[in-house]
């Protein structure tokens, strides 16, 4: 196991707005202090949970400012450079390091689509125009591309990239990911994006995981990695039902589909817990209300979270 | 047929690049006259083949303030406000309108997706803060959304949006927009975006084309369109057959794939024809080179176009 | 355009059943008879409108008995035989022959996917099994492999297919499968399976159509084909705008997806004609009902067929 | 855990051929004698590593007759009984009873999709012909369907299924699926179909494994199941990053892709093991040669198979 600052639970943040759809400090604030304090590892703003696609640059440079500063060096912070292909990327990348984050998380290329050779010398080309700690994020289901694992430990073995964050949710890839960057030396810092799987993602030697649920239930996963780190499979696994089980929040909306279900359950569970002041979310997304609201606090009852 | 200023040969300007990958004004101002003196009736600034996806806002706005002086009213110029989601799009058209073009277009919303209401929602909240014509860009191959055609045409006749440029590949759905268009009083201008099935697409009733080749050969798109226009079908089809196998540029890369091998053969053609001066593409795609280059211009000699 | 007695209008023959769900042998008839009497080209049994999947083999054999019976050599009889893999398919052409048809219809492999060796081995195998003409069915909806054009036209100018009836929606490979054909002096016999852009189908210069919608209005099909062979574009277009209209009987439906939409639409509306004495589909599948089957009826009445 | 005699390490069996294509008797008896004497619990045969979609219906019953022979009740045999819809799956169940399986493995309807009703319906349609224990098969790779969870649940209560093969590669749904079976009192034996990630499907709560890997290397998922069930999870997970390695037999494979690439494999394997005579494969798919072949051996010999 690594010595890297990067390790461990390190959620990606849900932005709190208020009831004008206008970023709300004081919530924000609650909620990054609720995980620091439940013992998180780091937090990783400005990616897909942290509504990076709906923010506009003036928004997105608000919320790493206002986030570099509420987290004032507790732990390390990861900013997402989220944006359609190589060179707006390294546009976000420059502006993202002005405010003083610790890492930088971007993915593949999105809308003009091309082959793994693009792929590959997208991340260089970042890595030409930056020098904070690159993550490559592997998220198909925003971008339409699976990251090759021995792209990405060679990446890594050439010190382009120090990490990856896998949202992909395929496991056998993960697990084929793990074992060549073990062969190669453990170059790379691997985290795992899942919420239900994190069990799973240990068995397979991550380095951490990025659970957007960890907003709601920041103790729980702490307290896996802990278990973890101590070989208690057992409570690995009995937590991780838990949490599988309190993910439900976001299966039982009816409303809508994607974006809205996944993260409109998150901000309506946190609003209903007390650490948001509403569920509101950005165009062209509205708030879940009604039914939905109602079905996802008999989950937070019925495992404890309320 | 309707009286739009919206109609005919409207072809997505590829855009020329130096050697150091830079704007070349000189090549833009060439190609943009070659097209304009061909007859065509509008061009489309920072569209997918136009590179929006790899150029920094800078350049996007630099584009378009060139793009705007060398139409100088000429041809209508519509302009691609292409970004993630809605408040993003928003921020695009708005910069936009400030450069005098005279019509936006802009895709669903991609990166998170939604279901059906936030696509119709994010065409409503774009509309409550722009009040240029505007145009709904269909393109899933880059978005991974359809468009449903019924939605289209509602908001036609809300008045949200002014017209469709469908390059979806979907003939079967484009048939019954354009029938379900004629249906509810014509509220839009449909054009297409094909360059191989243009014929088809008139057959179907379609205001207009968008052909990416038509930056090679706009004479046979405008003289197609004409044809269209007086009722020569025979012709038509002659003139589409001779562009079909024309689009053979982009086949018979061997190189790469996706947008490198497509507007790649684009800039490879322009350039081996002279309106370009190199055939530069942005990061990450590299320049055709070798038998690509050769194999491009044994298509170009085979259809008369050098 | 070839000599072939395989072009013109073939419609996928859509196979009626009784209210217990078996094969009704006087309906058959009926809507065979119908078929004929308006001037069709062909026939095909036993593909995807005509239930193959559905069918267990004894049906299968027991249809095209007495299909071929009842088709009485007025016509050429295509029969598909569709299974999963190359040996199950030699199966199928093998006992299909026996019963006298004139022509096979085979897809790639589908269940376990291969790459593109073993989709030209795939039909290389059959043809060293079989002598009759045979037609290679591309339906990547049904089959997740799309044919490639240059495959197919080297598997024509070797003997190997006679021609192609192309189900995959994608217009543009279709034109470049008609230029590649031309170009190897026309070894197939190129048949769109497009009910709702057949116009665009004839002027990338398809040899004929395999319409489902046929089964019901084959009249306006026949006289479509005569239009396009005498060069009455306007006319091709007329029809062809009826036609799609035509089509939404399987627009309209709101009880399920996907098949059950489309066929069961097309057999609600041959029993409200009066060609069908039921609409009954077989297990899984269930009979559109109600409301459906009213919207259906509206359908019909608009477009003059009732 | 339930008392169902479908629990443990049940692997597909892997079909050996001679060098004419032809079943090979002597090899499959070798290997079925391999695996049940490393004291695997199970055995399923005609799965999609046992080559179902490449048999003949002659050769399906075959194979069948002689498992059943040599398997003589040593464990329970499981038979695939994979075709297109439905009524032809219940004439496979039919036939599959008569040789003597103890139960009976089949997918979601494939060929023409429908929507979640017909899926449901098909199951329960399956039932009503058969009195053989049921397994849901959930395979999207080949089947172009995810089954639900919450429907399998349904089908378990309802009696109509036993269990569920999941090879979906979904491990969210699978773990979800095991939360809803408990909830419901454990209805259905879950089984995994994972050969590199069944560490965490156990920590899911799996009731078994179904992997074609165990024709390679029985023992080790047998230890594997058993570490597991007496609590020794660093035992199974370092079993599993060894069967992990061993699976690259698949990854480094070159001159194809797809089924040849991943059964081929397996072929290669058994072959260069000497458990099977040969490494051929069924029309279209070709054997294995040269440098895959010798990829194949040292991945084998790294991970101590040779």
């Known amino acids: 196991m690594s010595e890297s600052q990067f390790r461990g639970v390190i959620p990606p943040v849900v932005i709190p707005l208020d009831e004008n759809r206008k970023l709300d400090l004081e919530a924000l604030e609650r909620s990054i202090n609720r995980m620091i304090d439940a013992g998180v590892d780091g937090l990783f703003f400005l990616g897909s949970s942290g509504e990076v696609a709906f923010l506009t640059d003036a928004q997105r440079y608000h919320v790493l400012q206002e986030a570099v500063a509420m987290v004032n060096n507790r732990v390390p912070v990861l900013a997402g450079i989220i944006d359609m292909e190589t060179m707006r990327v390294v546009d976000q990348a420059k502006r993202a390091k002005g405010y003083g984050v610790d890492a930088l998380v971007a993915t593949a290329p999105f809308y003009a689509l091309g082959g793994p050779k693009e792929v590959e010398r997208h991340f260089r080309a970042i890595r030409e125009h930056t020098d904070l700690p690159l993550f490559a994020y592997d998220l198909p289901v925003c971008v339409h591309t699976k990251l090759d694992p021995t792209m990405l430990v060679r990446l890594g073995t050439d010190g382009v990239i120090q990490g990856v964050k896998d949202s992909s949710g395929d496991d056998v890839l993960f697990r084929w990911l793990c074992i060549e960057n073990e062969q190669a030396g453990h170059p790379l810092q691997v985290l795992t994006g899942h919420e239900v799987c994190v069990d799973g993602a240990y068995m397979a030697g ?96 019925r495992e404890g979270m309320m």
């Open 206 to 301: 991550a380095d951490g995981s990025v659970p957007g649920l960890a907003n709601i239930d920041p103790v729980s996963y702490v307290e896996q990695w802990r278990a973890y780190q101590s070989g208690d499979w057992e409570r690995v696994r009995e937590l991780q039902d838990h949490l599988a089980r309190l993910m439900f929040v976001t299966r039982v909306v009816k409303a809508t589909v994607g974006f809205g279900a996944g993260v409109g359950a998150f901000k309506t569970a946190l609003w209903q817990m007390g650490v948001f002041n509403t569920n509101q979310m950005r165009e062209p997304v509205q708030a879940l209300e009604g039914e939905d609201v109602q079905a996802i606090v008999e989950v937070l009852k």
